[in-house]
């Protein structure tokens, strides 16, 4: 259920808000794959950007620990300053039950959840990278069951 590219840059001329998983931020600060990369940059990592970005704690959170243990708590720390600059991050409080919901009914990580929430609370896509958790009939089921835009950027 990976969207190509070029349903991607649709999706992203159509939006206003958007949440990137945090797949996709670690993507685009650390791993730098070119495809996923220019598309980030194109669209949403530029001054003029018309696309909001929003986040939670979770991903900030994972991102922290992740650079952290990859490249050193220096980067960890520089990744998140870098990352305030550009996102905006809703108080956990908004979106625990809806997370709370989504993880009761389908069996992904909590940090998903979170994500799908606040997708859900914004009505915005969310982007997660092709992950073994996130097959296209469990996709297709979430987005049916609680009205989101859940979407895979593939690599």
């Known amino acids: 259920m990976k ?8 999706i992203l001329n159509e939006t206003k808000m958007l949440i990137l998983d945090t797949s996709v931020l670690l993507c685009y600060f650390i791993d730098e794959i070119q495809d996923i990369n220019a598309l ?15 986040g939670h704690n979770l991903i900030k959170t994972d ?9 050193g ?10 990352l305030e600059k550009i996102k905006n991050s809703i108080n956990d409080s908004w979106i625990y039950k809806k997370a709370a919901n989504i993880k009761c009914k389908f ?15 914004l009505d915005c896509p969310v982007f997660f990278l092709p992950e ?14 609680f009205n989101t835009k859940i979407h895979l950027i593939g690599i």
Do not use: G, H, W
């Not at 969207?3 to 649709?10: C, F, G, T, Y």
């Open 107 to 121: 069996p992904i990580a909590i940090s998903y959840c979170f994500s799908i929430a606040l997708a859900n609370l």
């Open 73 to 82: 708590i220096n980067e960890a720390v520089n990744l998140l300053n870098n």
């Open 3 to 10: 969207n190509s590219l070029e349903r991607i840059k649709q």
């Open 40 to 54: 980030l940059e194109q669209y949403i990592f530029k001054a003029d950007s018309k696309i909001t970005l929003y």
């Open 63 to 71: 991102l922290f620990y992740i650079t952290c243990r990859l490249m």
């Open 132 to 145: 073994q958790e996130l097959q296209a009939k469990l996709i297709e089921n979430i987005n049916n069951t």
